[in-house]
């Protein structure tokens, strides 16, 4: 049964006056080791993540990004410059 409340959702916003690369992964590490869900069974997300982050901040535009997890996958919606990016793997 898939659980959307709010609960299992990560909100991390990035201002376009500085760097903070690393951020994004160590959320998607943090949500992974609280879920108990072997960063190996979600395949590349975390790549998937740090490149799409690097693309939307290119212009200097804040970043917003949702992580959130739930019985069936786990998502990141990203918001920038002008964009949104929805990258999701399913749960294994």
């Given amino acids: 049964m898939e659980r959307d409340d709010g609960r299992d959702t990560v909100t991390l916003v990035l201002p376009a006056s500085r760097p903070f690369a ?5 959320v998607l590490a943090s949500m992974l080791r609280i ?3 072997n960063p ?3 395949g590349e997300l ?8 690097a693309e939307l901040a290119v212009e200097g535009s804040e970043v917003i990004i949702e ?3 739930t019985d069936a996958e786990v998502s990141v919606d990203l918001t920038g ?9 399913p749960r294994t």
């Avoid at 975390?46 to 982050?53: D, I, K, L, R, Y």
């Avoid at 410059?81 to 793997?89: E, K, Q």
């Fill in 22 to 26: 690393d951020l994004p992964r160590v």
């Fill in 35 to 37: 879920h108990r869900i």
């Fill in 46 to 53: 975390a790549t998937s993540v740090m490149e799409a982050t």
């Fill in 67 to 69: 992580f959130r997890v």
């Fill in 81 to 89: 410059n002008g964009r949104s990016l929805r990258i999701s793997v």
């Fill in 40 to 42: 190996g069974d979600v």
